[in-house]
């Protein structure tokens, strides 16, 4: 697929994890919009969590973000985390279709001694310059998941 039709919305959630006998909740969310094979909107959110008290709760920023998912094919690196909180939050939307970087990545460069998002992104020469941030980082992670996504030509 040629860059100039890809249309996608890639995203990243960072999550409070499972530790401690935890529910492993979203605290951010990082979007990256690609239209026409180049990122044209970023986004994040902070949603209320033991780790971000200050913030309202995911569900009451929901219309904010929504438009941004619905409707979309939606691209994520190992989309498993974003694919089960989004089905968690809304069981009855059809979200996606998805495309996972990562087995794209698998699939086309066999043999990579990583496939961790930041090695592949290292590699390739895709690695964002966000000042401030970093990997890890919702944000900086939905923009090199979507620079990753324009090279790999997907979502196929």
């Given at each position: ?62 219309d ?27 069981p ?53 998941c ?11």
């Amino acid at each position: 697929m040629p860059p100039q039709s890809l249309n996608f919305t890639a995203l990243d959630f960072e999550t409070t994890g499972y530790e401690g006998g935890g529910t492993n909740d979203p605290w951010q969310l990082g979007i990256a919009v690609v239209e026409n094979g180049r990122i044209v909107e970023t986004r994040e959110w902070f949603f209320g969590t033991v780790l971000t008290p200050d913030c309202e709760p995911m569900l009451a920023q929901w219309d904010e973000f929504f438009p941004y998912l619905s409707g979309k094919p939606l691209v994520a690196h190992n989309i498993a985390t974003e694919r089960t909180i989004l089905r968690r939050f809304a069981p009855l939307t059809p979200w996606g279709p998805w495309t996972d970087t990562l087995k794209v990545a698998k699939a086309r460069y066999r043999g990579l001694e990583s496939y961790a998002l930041g090695d592949i992104c290292d590699l390739f020469a895709l690695t964002p310059a966000i000042e401030g941030r970093t990997w890890h980082d919702a944000l900086y992670d939905a923009v090199a998941c979507a620079n990753l996504a324009i090279f790999l030509g997907v979502p196929e």
